[in-house]
């Protein structure tokens, strides 16, 4: 066993913090939070060009074969600085639901999303089939496409969505232009953008089913199980963020003449968070590995365990931080009530804990026969 | 490619099942069915298998080589206690191995190594910890048992409490007060006492989980030898200080805990399913991603031993969160058991014993979180750590 990150990844995340220090902030994070197009085409370009559009994805398919650790370390750094730019709900994503699939449409939008030239968003999730995203109950009937998606990251810019949807009893992965559809933007919890898609007899072009069957079941999966872990990955970043933000505050602030750190039940609460931050950096790195696993029992029960313990103790970490800065804990202007959100957010997206842990028992029963 | 690496090389695979192999043969039935009741070892069970292991050469395992450790890696070690854990077989008793043996090739003279050493790495002599006092528990410094220097010896006035298996134990490491007007910590010295030596009297305290492993030992005019001091006076604080941070790698109990999980398993998948409320098994799912968290943050202080760093931050809350599992683990057991769970000591199991006996665990389990440190004080040193005060 090994737990040292490579010089590789390492210098990936390190180049991460730097670029992130330099091309965002508090102000910029809040500036941005007031718009409804989240793209910000200097940084969004900057980003394709220090190689993070290509690193998920294979070399084969015009990736830069990187792994999913690298990406986590990237997103835990996203998240450390609140930074919402769609990275990986319209590159990561789209990215991993084609890179699988041996198609040549598959293969041109998966290099178009490389090249920063496609913005294409993931629709999983509709309001009756809840976290299901094997069972949408969006429907495809001879070309034509009938139902919704909600929930659907698109950052207020993508041009197109590749969403999951039932065709007879076969899943299938359609590619469809938003300009289709009729589309509800609205901001999610974590000041992202969000929509709810309406697919009204969309008539689908001959190329938009890019997989069916067992393959659009596989590319499913396993991008969800990469997104289960960036998610954890996410809110380590943060949780990580808002600990040195509040151990620096029980440093500074004064109360009865003395900083509240300085009271026991603040130390305690503080090395709680520590503790919980420490076993949170463990599970990242578990999940880091696990969650690109080609044994699918493997993967799916380290993605439950992480994304329930994340759900867990990270969302814990964010309310303790509330708790130990007081009132202005809680106040807009304050960072750390948005890392809060985003926490939440992450806690709550692709599978919340009372559902992952329902999961993970579920399969240790299988497990154990 | 990344180096975080969660798999076991072939040359540690072959370890395991070498190990897995032995412990088949070596762990007897009645060990065992000890430890599947979640119950104590006896003293001759206890001994039979310390000296089991002594004889193979396999229990001063973080020991040097030179001193009779067998040499092996943080990773085997883990690998080791897991094995041994999971085979049904006791943890060993912490006194002799883990404590005053580091202390002696340490901190001892040469003589001292010779004439203590060989009994601990063999499982021979049984050795027990004199730290607390009545009034000195977590404030550990101000202990008064008192060592004066005489002529040829020292002689030891005090007591000592919460002293686990001082009646069966042939020797005695001492922290004593041999200063009384310098700073408390720098008047403490680290003394080794033979039980048998006159004065010393042990008096049993019987704990709720209905055993006695538990004492006082109380010291009337004791004669210790000089050369029983171990270091130089005024020396103990550092030495007791030294062995809080010495072994980090098995202090989480994960070996232990897996077996507990791995029981409470087999009694969830034992019962039938309509008797088994929705919670109870959440919450060992709960319990067992919970359990999954602490190994990999054990294995991140395996791999910093095997490749010489220092322990990283991850190691500091590994006693907390081990003895915090511990304690919901038996608990679980206790509410899985329900009316079985109250049965304390009857002769033939009242459905399954396992259960019957669940409680005498959870009992005992709930001193894990107050001995060694308790896990208020842990926070206490962490927080200074913290916040640099």
């Known amino acids: ?369 | 490619m990344y180096c975080v690496n969660l798999e076991f090389t072939d040359e540690e695979i072959a370890f395991r099942d070498m190990v897995r192999a032995w412990m088949k043969e070596n762990v007897s039935d009645d060990l065992r069915r000890v430890t599947a009741r979640g119950d104590m070892t006896s003293k001759e069970q206890q001994q039979r298998w310390e000296k089991c292991l002594g004889e193979k050469g396999w229990l001063a395992l973080t020991w040097p080589e030179q001193y009779g450790g067998p040499g092996w890696t943080a990773t085997q070690r883990y690998i080791f206690d897991l094995e041994r854990a999971m085979a049904g077989a006791p943890p060993t008793s912490p006194f002799g191995v883990s404590m005053v043996g580091p202390v002696i090739y340490t901190f001892g003279s040469e003589a001292q190594k010779q004439r203590w050493l060989p009994g601990i790495v063999k499982g021979d002599t049984l050795w027990c910890q004199g730290y607390s006092e009545p009034n000195a528990g977590s404030d550990l410094a101000s202990l008064k048992t008192r060592a004066e220097r005489k002529d040829d010896h020292y002689l030891v006035n005090g007591q000592k409490i919460w002293t686990t298996q001082a009646h069966w134990a042939d020797m005695i490491f001492c922290l004593v007060r041999t200063d009384s007007t310098v700073k408390q910590q720098q008047g403490i010295s680290f003394l080794l006492i033979d039980m048998k030596t006159p004065g010393i009297e042990v008096r049993p305290i019987y704990t709720i989980d209905g055993h006695h492993h538990l004492n006082e030992v109380y010291f009337s005019d004791v004669q210790v030898p000089l050369e029983n001091l171990v270091g130089t006076e005024g020396m103990g604080w550092t030495i007791a200080k030294f062995l809080l941070t010495h072994e980090r790698t098995t202090i989480a109990g994960v070996a232990d805990s897996h077996h507990a999980m791995a029981r409470l398993k087999e009694a969830l998948h034992a019962a039938p399913r309509f008797a088994v409320p929705a919670q109870a098994r959440r919450r060992i799912a709960e319990l067992e991603i919970e359990l999954m968290a602490l190994e990999y943050t054990n294995f991140r202080t395996v791999a910093a031993t095997d490749e010489g760093r220092p322990f990283g931050p991850e190691s500091s809350g590994l006693k907390i969160k081990g003895t915090e599992l511990q304690q919901k683990l038996s608990q679980t057991m206790v509410e899985l058991g329900g009316l079985m769970s109250l049965v304390w000591d009857s002769e033939e199991p009242v459905g399954s014993d396992q259960f019957n006996n669940s409680p005498r665990r959870y009992n005992f389990l709930r001193a894990s979180t107050i001995y060694g440190g308790s896990n208020e004080i842990q926070k206490n040193v962490l927080a200074k750590m913290l916040l640099g005060l």
């Not at chain 1, 970043?237 to 600990?243: C, E």
């Open chain 1, 1 to 369: 066993m090994d737990f040292k990150l490579s010089e590789n990844t390492t210098m990936i995340a390190d180049t991460a913090k730097r670029y992130l220090k330099d091309q965002y902030s508090f102000d910029i994070y809040r500036s941005v939070l007031a718009q409804t197009n989240h793209l910000e085409s200097s940084r969004w370009e900057m980003m394709q060009e220090l190689g993070w559009f290509g690193l998920p994805f294979s070399e084969a398919v015009g990736g830069y074969g990187g792994d999913l650790i690298d990406v986590a370390m990237i997103v835990s750094e996203m998240g450390a600085s609140l930074c919402l730019d769609p990275y990986v709900d319209m590159v990561v994503a789209p990215g991993k639901l084609l890179e699988s699939v041996d198609s040549e449409p598959a293969r041109q939008l998966l290099a178009s999303i490389i090249d920063g030239k496609s913005a294409v968003a993931c629709g999983f999730y509709d309001i009756h089939s809840g976290y299901d995203a094997l069972s949408p109950s969006l429907v495809i009937e001879g070309n034509r496409l009938s139902g919704q998606k909600s929930f659907v990251p698109n950052g207020g810019f993508a041009q197109s969505v590749l969403v999951t949807a039932r065709r007879g009893k076969e899943l299938a992965l359609v590619h469809v232009r938003l300009s289709d559809c009729e589309v509800n933007n609205h901001r999610a919890l974590d000041g992202s953008r969000m929509s709810s898609i309406v697919f009204d007899d969309v008539m689908l072009d001959d190329d938009a089913i890019i997989a069916c069957g067992a393959e659009a079941e596989s590319a499913a999966t396993q991008t969800l199980a990469w997104l289960q872990a960036l998610d954890c990955a996410r809110m380590y970043g943060a949780a990580r963020a808002l600990y040195e933000k509040t151990l620096d505050y029980a440093k500074t602030r004064k109360q009865f003449a003395v900083h509240i750190g300085s009271f026991q039940v603040i130390q305690h609460y503080l090395v709680d968070m520590f503790i919980d931050l420490q076993q949170l950096e463990s599970m990242l790195l578990m999940v880091s590995i696990k969650a690109a696993s080609g044994d699918a029992a493997e993967r799916d029960r380290a993605c439950a365990a992480a994304k329930a313990y994340f759900a867990d103790k990270a969302v814990r970490i964010a309310q303790q931080a509330i708790q130990i800065h007081g009132g202005v804990g809680v106040t807009e202007e304050l960072d750390v009530g948005h890392y809060f959100r985003l926490i939440t957010h992450c806690s709550l997206s692709h599978g919340a804990g009372d559902i992952q842990v329902e999961r993970f028992a579920a399969l240790s029963e299988a497990a154990h026969g």
